[in-house]
Structures are given as C-alpha cells and as structure tokens.
C-alpha cells in the first residue's frame, strides 16, 4: 500500500521560511518524478515544483528562485524548501509521486 505524509506546514509571516517533507512508503522510491502541488481556497490545483526521475527539476514561474525541491532516495523523503513566502502563496500543499500517489496535504499560511 502506497502511502504519501506531508508535513512542515504552518503560519509564517511574509518573507519567512517553511520546509514541507513528504514521507514515501510502499513503493520503489528510485527513478520516479515526486512534485509538490497547491490548491487555494476556490482555485485549481497547480504545479509547484518536480523533481524528475532522471534528476532534473521543474519549477512554476510563481516560484521561481524562492522555492528548491528536493529527493532523498535513501530516506525516501521529498522536500520543498519554501523562502521568501508571499500572502499569495497560502495554499494547501500536496505531495505527488510516481503519477497516481497523492498525499493527504498540508495547510501552509502566509500572514501577517
């Protein structure tokens, strides 16, 4: 049984810094994407960020030289490392591996 687990959300103030984990079990971690996803209030869930299989890495524009995505195979453990947090990144954030594997998300606010 595939199971995906998020943690490291929370409320930071603008400009602060936040570490999202997603613990993988139940399933080969080696050569397969792991992406981090978001969902606002009323909004679609877009792509955050990938980390590809063959090492490489995508990231949203929106994003872009604020957040850094990161594996661990040994751990079996996706990160995102999130700085310079903007109100408009508030957001469900979610953990996707492999294609079909989602997480169960976790709330990340961004407030003052």
């Known amino acids: 049984q595939v199971q995906l687990v998020e943690s490291g959300g929370g409320l930071v103030q603008p400009g602060g810094s936040l570490r999202l984990s997603c613990a993988v079990s139940g399933i080969d971690f080696a050569n397969y994407s792991l992406g981090w996803y978001r969902q606002a209030p009323g909004k679609e869930r877009d792509m955050v960020a990938r980390?590809?299989?063959?090492?490489?890495?995508i990231y949203a524009d929106f994003v872009k030289g604020r957040f850094t995505i990161s594996k661990d195979s040994v751990k079996k453990m996706g990160y995102l490392q999130m700085n310079n947090l903007h109100p408009e990144d508030t957001a469900v954030y979610y953990c996707k591996f492999a294609g079909p594997y989602w997480g169960q998300g976790t709330q990340v606010t961004v407030s003052s």
């Open positions: 980390a590809l299989g063959n090492g490489n890495t």
